[in-house]
Nanobody, 119 residues
Framework: QVQLVERGGGLMQPGGSLRLSCAAS????????MGWFRQAPGKEREFVAS????????PYSDSVKGRFTISRDNAKNMVYLHMNSLKPEDTAVYYC????????????WGQGTQVTVSS
């Protein structure tokens, strides 16, 4: 059974930093592109960033480019989202997701972790 478990959310002040982590189990990690998505209240879920097995391709949404960094530790089956210069508009539930390499849809999703940016 595939499980993706996110951790690290919380309440942060604008300008602060936060690191989210996602632990993957039940899948062959090397076969999957890992991604982060987020959903703000009243809005649709949106793509944040993704990373291939090698880490050589890491697209970001325009709204987080230059502030967020995605990384993965293949030895530990972990993926991270390092978030800097947080803004109130970054407030959302953040989801980790896994997409088998060569496919276009994410097959597995975590339960999400809440990030709130407020003074």
């Amino acid at each position: 059974q595939v499980q993706l478990v996110e951790r690290g959310g919380g309440l942060m002040q604008p300008g602060g930093s936060l690191r989210l982590s996602c632990a993957a189990s039940g899948l062959t990690f090397s076969n999957y592109v890992m991604g982060w998505f987020r959903q703000a209240p009243g809005k649709e879920r949106e793509f944040v960033a993704s990373i291939t097995w090698s880490g050589g391709f890491t697209p970001y949404s325009d709204s987080v480019k230059g502030r967020f960094t995605i990384s993965r530790d293949n030895a530990k089956n972990m993926v991270y989202l390092h978030m800097n210069s947080l803004k109130p508009e970054d407030t959302a539930v953040y989801y980790c997701a896994a997409r088998r390499t060569g496919t276009t849809q994410y097959q597995y999703w975590g339960q999400g972790t809440q990030v709130t940016v407020s003074s």
